[in-house]
T-cell receptor, first 114, second 112 residues
Framework: AQSVTQPDIHITVSEGASLELRCNYS??????LFWYVQSPGQGLQLLLKYFSGDTLVQGIKGFEAEFKRSQSSFNLRKPSVHWSDAAEYFCAVGPMEYGNKLVFGAGTILRVKS | NAGVTQTPKFRILKIGQSMTLQCTQDMNHNYMYWYRQDPGMGLKLIYYSVGAGITDKGEVPNGYNVSRSTTEDFPLRLELAAPSQTSVYFC???????????FGQGTRLTVV
């Protein structure tokens, strides 16, 4: 069965510092991978997605993620964090051929200190 | 643009009561979903629909029912509320199974 692991429940970084959020998945076929962000009291917004092709994908708000098949990982990165990036981040994986049956990780809460 | 609209935003239910969480989207999306979010657990799929008249169970369907009579609406019904159904519920939609999912702002439900 497919699963997604986000090893870090909380991460705190200083404003201006770089960020990497980890995501590991277990899936038998070629996965479709997503990162979503959730601000407090809000729904989820798609940051970026990987379906195929270039393994480094660019998203909104200056985020990028790299798909590494050998490590079953899809880590999210940002070179310089802004205070407004404080939110909860979810990695998700899914087979998209029938329904958006995404499996979500448990989420990582990002705190940004000034 | 309205996108995906959920009502109500908050609700407190007593054990055994029933209610319907409303979800409507104005993007003409075929696919619609209901998730529940519990702290530290990510999002779990309750039910989904790939078009009007077609629904299917997700990972955690027990205690819930859905219907999809129109493309726009996908209500979630709780028949006999239980404390285990205390959660935040999100409705989402997408044009197809491979497309970006758009989420509503959520309904925070407490069962006491």
């Amino acid at each position: 069965a497919q699963s997604v692991t986000q090893p870090d429940i909380h991460i705190t970084v200083s404003e201006g510092a770089s960020l990497e959020l980890r995501c590991n998945y277990s899936y038998g076929a070629t996965p479709y991978l997503f990162w979503y962000v959730q601000s407090p009291g809000q729904g989820l917004q798609l940051l970026l997605k990987y379906f195929s092709g270039d393994t480094l994908v660019q998203g909104i708000k200056g985020f990028e993620a790299e798909f590494k098949r050998s490590q079953s990982s899809f880590n999210l990165r940002k070179p310089s964090v802004h205070w407004s990036d404080a939110a909860e981040y979810f990695c998700a994986v899914g087979p998209m051929e029938y329904g958006n049956k995404l499996v979500f990780g448990a989420g990582t809460i990002l705190r940004v200190k000034s | 643009n309205a996108g995906v609209t959920q009502t109500p935003k908050f609700r407190i239910l007593k054990i055994g009561q029933s209610m319907t969480l409303q979800c409507t989207q104005d993007m003409n999306h075929n696919y619609m979903y209901w998730y529940r979010q519990d702290p530290g657990m990510g999002l779990k799929l309750i039910y989904y629909s790939v078009g009007a008249g077609i629904t299917d169970k997700g990972e955690v369907p027990n205690g819930y029912n859905v219907s999809r009579s129109t493309t726009e609406d996908f209500p979630l019904r709780l028949e006999l509320a239980a404390p285990s159904q205390t959660s935040v519920y999100f409705c989402a939609s997408s044009y197809s199974g491979g497309a970006e999912a758009f989420f509503g702002q959520g309904t925070r439900l407490t069962v006491v």
